[in-house]
């Protein structure tokens, strides 16, 4: 039996920022953030819009009624939780109108969490091949205006339904996992920014996908050219350029060539995004699978995850017949339909966001054209809102 992803929906602003101004507006050359960290739009989630809105509004448009009776399981990793208790699956749950039987749980370990979910499904669904898991990885990335990570940061939602007999893309059993103790980014729980090492993270980075991969390729006497695309987590994109080319010396020169061009294809929605934590890796796949017309059913997809402080996780799919019927398809004409904000106009947004304080508050929504919105706090309860309720 087959247990793979069955299907993949993203959800992220109506708003993005354009690089080249931000980096004019921060005295610095357009090429660094184009090129020197590989993005070129960034996402700009307004105030109406938080960790549980985006991962119901990445879900909600890919289930049918036959999925949510299925579903039994909703996982949703972030790093970006509304809660230091209640779950955020328990909020999403109930906007998406998901039975009382569910289980409902938040994973968090930095940007790695989706994938422990995927995992955690994947085995779930092997027992109970007649139920479906419900996996969400959701966050906003924010390093704070004016900082260096500045130009790494974006926001959205990436969901996936894990599923016996998978449209998608079917699962193997192997992976290899490395965990260990590494002060290279963390948040503490007093700020709503993340402190990050820049440099020794990115090493860290490196050092883990080299560690996970080649232990990949040993326990499985696999070889790279068995692999017809490797996807990673991008934090920028410019850095799974860099663990991409840090194994290609294990490749012919042909190979080589036509896994950089996988990876074109792999990181061209990231570049319009940024960073999305724990659903970036995902996004990648999805932009992979979009926009990659050289891919055939059966082909092998390897995926690296990473989290900091640190985690990753390197494991494997085979790409199924018909894999487009399960994909987001109208994706790229929505990132297209995006409004272009000015930088003072994302500035404004960044500092309007849901304030870490007890008071009452309440958030201008009736511009956001999402499904979901959050419309502010009242007795120090977020109040979620389904605008087509």
Not at 54 to 60: E, F
Not at 281 to 299: E, F, R
């Amino acid at each position: 039996m087959k247990v793979g992803i069955d299907k993949l929906h993203f959800a992220s602003s109506q708003l993005y920022v354009d690089m080249s101004e931000l980096a004019l507006a921060r005295q610095a050359e357009p090429d660094k953030y184009l090129i020197g960290i590989g993005q070129s739009q960034m996402a700009v989630v307004p105030p109406s819009q938080d960790a549980v809105t985006l991962a119901a509004n990445a879900a909600a448009p890919m289930l049918t009624e036959a999925d949510i009776a299925a579903i039994d399981l909703l996982i949703v990793a972030t790093e970006s939780g509304v809660d230091n208790s209640k779950a955020a699956a328990i909020y999403v749950a109930k906007l998406l109108g998901l039975n009382r039987r569910v289980r409902t749980i938040e994973l968090k370990e930095a940007c790695y969490a989706a994938t422990a979910g995927v995992k955690l499904a994947q085995s779930h669904v092997q027992v109970h091949p007649d139920k479906k898991a419900l996996v969400i990885g959701t966050d906003i990335a924010r390093y704070g205006l004016h900082t260096p990570g500045e130009p790494t940061q974006g926001g959205g939602a990436m969901a996936m339904l894990i599923s016996a007999e998978p449209q998608v893309l079917a699962l193997t059993d192997d992976s290899v996992v490395l965990s260990q103790d590494v002060m290279d980014f963390w948040r503490p729980i007093y700020q709503t920014t993340a402190l990050v090492d820049g440099k020794y993270s990115s090493n860290i980075y490196i050092d883990y996908f080299q560690d996970v991969f080649k232990g990949y390729l040993a326990q499985t006497s696999t070889t790279i050219a068995n692999f017809k695309a490797l996807v990673f987590h991008l934090p920028y994109t410019k850095m799974g350029l860099k663990a991409l080319r840090s194994v290609l010396p294990l490749a012919t020169p042909t190979q080589q060539q036509a896994l950089l061009a996988h990876f074109d294809c792999a990181r061209s929605l990231n570049r319009k995004v940024g960073n999305l934590y724990t659903g970036s890796l995902y996004l990648s796949l999805l932009s992979l699978l979009l926009t990659d017309a050289k891919l055939q059913p059966g082909d092998l997809i390897g995926l690296f995850s990473y989290g900091s402080g640190a985690e990753g996780e390197f494991y494997t799919g085979h790409l199924q017949p018909g894999y487009q019927r399960g994909l987001d398809l109208g994706l790229p004409q929505r990132l297209a339909n995006r409004r272009r904000v000015s930088v003072p106009e994302y500035e404004a947004l960044f500092e309007a966001q849901l304030k870490l304080d007890p008071a009452d508050q309440a958030i201008a929504f009736q511009d956001d054209p999402h499904r979901f919105v959050l419309t502010g706090q009242i007795n120090e309860q977020r109040q979620y809102l389904d605008q087509w309720a």
